[in-house]
């Protein structure tokens, strides 16, 4: 009888620990985002339908989400297409380096704003330096003054 018994102990411990590594297997399963559980092409079209500041956001969610979302260069094409519009010049330039759609969207997506700012005219009244504002201004080089300055010219 003592007999038996050790063995029904030891057959619920190692039954007890196969319910734990399932437990745990389970757990792992459970926790794993949609851009694991989903085919690339559908999470690649879902990351698609976010505007930039959703992307980034994304893209520090979590491991895989930054993995796919920093790998997915086309991902960020249509953004720096949209940035070109105002950043042409600087757009061109960094494809001709060689920089990939994201590099070039981080390289130049505050420039453009700021450039953007200027060439429409919200800071044509501006009186002295010290009426910029400071907070938004943007380091740029001297062909993109030239082309604000000649926007303003035109005004």
């Not at 200027?118 to 080089?141: A, F, H, Q, T, V």
Request: with cysteine; hydrophobic share 30%; charged share 30%.
């Amino acid at each position: 009888m003592q007999k038996s018994l050790k063995r029904n102990n030891n057959s619920r411990v190692s039954g007890i620990k196969l319910n734990s590594v399932d437990a745990e297997k389970e757990k792992k399963e459970s926790q794993k985002t949609f851009v694991e559980l989903l085919p690339p092409e559908v999470t690649f079209k879902i990351f698609s339908q976010l505007d930039i500041r959703s992307l980034c956001r994304a893209s520090i969610t979590c491991r895989s989400w930054n993995y796919t979302v920093r790998n997915s260069d086309s991902l960020w094409k249509p953004h720096c297409l949209t940035l070109r519009a105002v950043c042409q010049r600087e757009v061109d330039d960094d494809l001709e380096s060689g920089y990939s759609w994201r590099v070039i969207l981080l390289r130049n997506y505050q420039k453009s704003k700021v450039k953007h700012e200027w060439l429409s005219g919200r800071y044509s009244n501006i009186c002295s330096p010290l009426s910029l504002p400071e907070k938004i201004m943007y380091p740029m080089d001297v062909d993109t003054w030239g082309e604000i300055l000649e926007a303003e010219l035109e005004r």
